[in-house]
């Protein structure tokens, strides 16, 4: 009788090494191991509406556990590429999904945001050609979405002759150091500047298509092939009325509802 319990106990540690083994070579696995543990990649600026829906969604699922990742969307994109374990990526634009697009199944345009400049509300700073003066002011790099956004902007505004005194490496710090008066003038996300309504104003560019950045969503293709229901739940609940209202009333422009 304790032999078989041995044979059993040896049997069992075995499948669970293998188990073990398997998630650390393929990282991509985790979710299959636990399909209750789901990963989520999302841009820095959906944060304010992901942290408080996401935890919605978890209370009335027991067990259901979203792990988020915010960043800059090209950050994101490459941990992808280098094997870091996910389910969805929301990129706030297309050229990081696409960077990321072997790894993902048919991602899918999102919702809309725009970037403007932001001062603060006592600013003499009234319109754009304004950075022409003595003015310090910072973009987020020249790699990220929103700094892509602000650079193609700024070329359709024409006119400006100033540079930024830096570029930073994400729209959370870019606002940050105007936020802590580090700064005179920042270009951010529109959304960033309705969601501090007593310390910043913004003034629009010209050309809101220049300044526009489309967000795209997409599930991982490892968690599609294992059919992974939780996974394609939270996939599904992202992009519904709730979330989509929650993010329009943020400043997102959401072109459908579903």
């Known amino acids: 009788m304790k032999a078989g319990r041995r044979k059993w106990q040896g049997v069992c540690f075995t499948l669970s090494l293998s188990i073990l083994l398997i998630t650390l070579l393929n990282p991509q696995s985790a979710s299959v191991a636990n399909p209750k543990n ?6 820095s600026s959906l944060q304010g509406q992901y942290t408080v829906l996401t935890k919605k969604f978890v209370a009335a699922h027991p067990g259901v556990k979203i792990n988020i990742s915010y960043g800059s969307s090209a950050t ?83 006119g400006i002759k100033s540079a930024p005194v830096s570029y930073e490496s994400s729209a959370s710090s870019t606002l940050a150091k105007l936020l802590a008066g580090a700064v005179d003038a920042a270009i951010v996300y529109k959304t960033d500047v309705i969601a501090n309504p007593t310390k910043i104003r913004a003034i629009t560019f010209a050309d809101s298509k ?26 599904l609940y992202l992009q519904s009325t709730e979330i989509r209202l929650a993010l329009a009333k943020a400043g997102f422009r959401v072109d459908s509802l579903k």
């Open 38 to 43: 789901i990963n989520v990649f999302a841009a």
């Open 76 to 158: 994101l994109a490459s941990q992808i590429n280098s094997g870091a374990p996910f389910d969805i990526f929301v990129s706030a634009d297309e050229s990081s999904m696409a960077s990321a697009g072997s790894e993902i199944a048919s991602p899918s345009d999102y919702v809309v945001n725009q970037v403007v400049l932001a001062v603060a509300l006592t600013s003499r700073i009234k319109k754009i050609s304004d950075l022409n003066g003595k003015v310090k002011w910072i973009q987020c790099a020249r790699t990220v979405p929103c700094g892509i956004a602000a650079d193609r902007v700024l070329k359709s505004e024409g």
């Open 210 to 235: 220049a300044a526009s950045t489309q967000y795209k969503i997409g599930m991982s293709k490892a968690a599609l092939e294992s059919n992974n229901r939780w996974a394609n739940r939270i996939y």
